[in-house]
C-alpha cells in the first residue's frame, strides 16, 4: 500500500459524458502528478500540481481538466468523453516537485468509455 | 523533444541475470529511474541514477552513463515474481516522460 488513494476504482460511462477522478496523496506529499494508461501503453503524462499550483502539464487534452484543493487531494475532469478514453488513471505523490523523487502510485481507476 | 526507448520483451529463467536497457534523447536531462508494473497493479519505484554509475538495491540494479544517454537495469536471481514491467522514466523539466515499458517473462 503506497498510501495514495483513488476513487472510484471502476467507471462505465457513455461518450460525451463528465466524470470526475478522485486523489488522496500520501500524508505530507505535496507534490500530485497524474497519467493515463491505455491497454497495452506506457504511462503518458498529463499534469502535476504542487501545493495547490499547477506546475507542470504534458499531453493533456483540452477536454481535461485537474485542480489541487487547499486539502492537497486532486481531482481529474474528464468531459466530452470519447471511447478513446477508456484507459487507467494513476495518479501519484511526492514529497516535493524536484527531479528524481520517488513517485508513490495510487492503485489507479479504471475508465471505461462505452 | 524528450523519448526514451526499451526492447519490447525480454525472457529469462529463474535464478538467471536479465538486463534491461534504456536510451534517451532529451535536450534536458536530470536523471533516470526504473518502475516496476505488475498486470492489474500500480508502478512501483525501484530506483533511480542521477549521476553515472552504478546504484545498487538488493537483487536490482541500475546503471547510467549519461554520455552514452543510456541506462540499464540488472536484475539478478530473477525470481517468478519478477515477471513484470520495467519502465525507465526521467524528468525533463517539471515533466515526468516514462518510456514504453519492457514485458519480462521469468520461466521456471
Known amino acids: 500500500d503506497s498510501g495514495v488513494t483513488q476513487t472510484p476504482k471502476h467507471l462505465i460511462t457513455a461518450t460525451g459524458q463528465r466524470v470526475t477522478l478522485r486523489c488522496s496523496p500520501r500524508?505530507?506529499?505535496?507534490?500530485v502528478y497524474w497519467y493515463q494508461q491505455s491497454l497495452d501503453q506506457g504511462l503518458q503524462f498529463l499534469i502535476q500540481?504542487?501545493?495547490?499550483?499547477?506546475?507542470a502539464k504534458g499531453n493533456i487534452l483540452e477536454r481535461f481538466s485537474a485542480q489541487q484543493f487547499p486539502d492537497l487531494h486532486s481531482e481529474l475532469n474528464l468531459s466530452s468523453l470519447e471511447l478513446g478514453d477508456s484507459a487507467l488513471y494513476f495518479c501519484?505523490?511526492?514529497?516535493?516537485?524536484?527531479?528524481?523523487?520517488?513517485?508513490?502510485f495510487g492503485p489507479g481507476t479504471r475508465l471505461t468509455v462505452l | 523533444g524528450q523519448s526514451l526507448e526499451q526492447p519490447s520483451e525480454v525472457t529469462a529463467v529463474e535464478g538467471a541475470i536479465v538486463q534491461i536497457n534504456c536510451t534517451y534523447q532529451?535536450?534536458?536531462?536530470?536523471?533516470l529511474s526504473w518502475y516496476q508494473q505488475h498486470d492489474g497493479g500500480a508502478p512501483t519505484f525501484l530506483s533511480y541514477?542521477?549521476?553515472?554509475g552504478l546504484e545498487e538495491t538488493g537483487r536490482f540494479s541500475s546503471f547510467l552513463s549519461r554520455s552514452d544517454s543510456y541506462g540499464y537495469l540488472l536484475l539478478q536471481e530473477l525470481q517468478m515474481k519478477d515477471s513484470a514491467s520495467y519502465f525507465c522514466?526521467?524528468?525533463?523539466?517539471?515533466?515526468?516522460?516514462f518510456g514504453p515499458g519492457t514485458r519480462l517473462s521469468v520461466l521456471p
Open positions: 500540481y504542487y501545493n495547490g499550483e499547477e506546475r
Open positions: 500524508s505530507g506529499d505535496l507534490s
Open positions: 522514466a526521467h524528468n525533463y523539466g517539471q515533466n515526468f516522460v
Open positions: 501519484a505523490s511526492t514529497k516535493t516537485s524536484g527531479s528524481g523523487n520517488e513517485q508513490f
Open positions: 541514477n542521477a549521476l553515472d
Open positions: 532529451t535536450s534536458g536531462f536530470y536523471g
